[in-house]
């Protein structure tokens, strides 16, 4: 069972110089199986081991690996819990185009929190002919089927910086970001001549069709780290480590303008003026 996100050179990310970011939320069921995918394109080992994987390991671990040619890398993060989600973020930077990455470098970021950083320099261009599915491996055969669920996917056009995955932990999106090259929330299903499908809320329409894959309404997608209720002081949903706006809502957008609250500026908006927010 799995979802198809179409095709990896689709999204134009087959170029030596091309970096990409892929966000996502997962809870899984369990850490044991047979290298289970969560998202990812067929890597088969060898020459072939070219694409990438978003993956669990059996040591209570989520990992992402990249492969260009007959090298990958791969960077795991620290022990994690079953049955709670997570905030996954792979950045792929090549070339240092974030700026402050150091260029040419894998980054794993849980929650927010940078968790391992590999350098990809061996393994040149990841190319890759298949298609990038969720929740299993699907290519020349079937196999490693994920235990868990997964929601908000996106993929980015672009290296994320930290504050650039800090962000994703408390912004909404509209799906007209810039950079942003594929988004699907999984909030409701639509049907066509190829079946059951997610819609892409980019505006790209990389639909995601369902091959088995359990769609479940409403799964309480929830800012995990908040289980430790020291950790949310103000009550406001987010954690302390990535609290915007510490003793406000900063999920709280009034106006609808994709802004919170406590971040919009009333009245006068040129900072260098004596009445500047007043």
């Known amino acids: 069972d799995y979802v198809d996100l179409g095709s990896y050179n689709s ?5 030596a110089m091309q970096s990409f970011t892929i966000n996502l939320k997962t809870k899984t069921n369990t ?8 998202m990812g394109t067929p890597m088969f080992g060898g020459n072939n081991d070219r694409g990438f994987r978003i993956g669990i390991d059996s040591d209570d671990r989520y990992h992402v690996l990249v492969g260009g040619n007959s090298t990958a ?6 022990e994690k819990q079953i049955d709670t989600w997570y905030n996954i973020t792979m950045v792929l930077d090549q070339g240092d185009q974030c700026g402050e990455c150091g260029g040419d470098s894998l980054f794993l970021y849980v929650d927010g929190v940078l968790e391992g950083v590999e350098s990809i320099s061996p393994i040149g261009t990841i190319n890759n002919a298949y298609n990038i599915n969720l929740g299993a ?8 089927p994920y235990n868990g ?6 993929i980015w056009s672009y290296a994320f910086n930290q504050q650039d995955v800090t962000n994703m932990n408390y912004v909404s999106l509209s799906g007209d970001e810039e950079g942003l090259l594929a988004y699907w929330d999984f909030n409701e299903l639509h049907d066509d001549s190829g079946g059951n499908y997610a819609e892409d809320l980019s505006v790209n329409g990389y639909n995601a ?14 800012d995990v780290c908040c289980s430790d209720p020291e950790n949310d002081a103000d009550n406001d949903g987010v954690c302390g480590d990535v609290d915007v706006c510490p003793g406000e809502d900063d999920n709280l957008d009034t106006d609808g303008d994709s802004i ?3 971040m919009e500026v009333s009245g006068c908006t040129d900072s260098n003026a004596c009445n500047y927010n007043d």
């Open 31 to 38: 850490f044991s199986g047979s290298d289970p995918y969560i």
């Open 149 to 154: 669920s997964i929601d908000d996917v996106s």
């Open 73 to 78: 890398v791969g960077v795991s993060s620290n």
């Open 209 to 222: 069709y369902l091959h088995g894959a359990t769609w479940v309404e409403d799964d309480s997608v929830s």
């Open 137 to 144: 491996f699907v290519g020349q055969w079937y196999g490693g």
């Open 11 to 15: 999204y134009g990310l087959n170029d």
């Open 260 to 262: 919170i609250d406590c």
